[in-house]
Nanobody, 114 residues
Framework: QLQASGGGLVQPGGYLRLSCIGSGFSLEHYAIGWFRQAPGKEREVIACISNSGDRVYFSDSVKGRFTISRDYAKNTVFLQMDSLKPEDTAVYYC?????????WGQGTEVTVSS
């Protein structure tokens, strides 16, 4: 299963680093996506990284502020979030897919507020 962590309360302009850890299985062979769901809104994909780490994707809403990386030794995918805005407030999830089945982390809450 996937375990997402690192959320919290941060002021606008601040930063957080989220972690997505594979528990009980290796993430090495899987692409990982980060999603978020703000109150009253649909869940949206914001970043993805390929299994090899050489291909990444960012939504327009986070491009230039967020980076995604993976540490194979730690079996972890990171989402570095800089220059945070109040509109980044949401529950953040990581996800992978194996044989057509989606596996979601439990979500970690990010609140950007002064």
């Amino acid at each position: 299963q996937l375990q997402a962590s690192g959320g919290g309360l941060v002021q606008p302009g601040g930063y957080l680093r989220l972690s997505c850890i594979g528990s009980g299985f290796s993430l090495e062979h899987y692409a990982i996506g980060w999603f978020r769901q703000a109150p009253g809104k649909e869940r949206e994909v914001i970043a993805c990284i390929s299994n090899s780490g050489d291909r990444v994707y960012f939504s327009d809403s986070v491009k230039g502020r967020f980076t995604i990386s993976r540490d194979y030794a730690k079996n972890t995918v990171f989402l570095q979030m800089d220059s945070l805005k109040p509109e980044d407030t949401a529950v953040y999830y990581c996800k992978t897919r194996n044989f057509g089945v989606d596996y979601w982390g439990q979500g970690t809450e990010v609140t950007v507020s002064s």
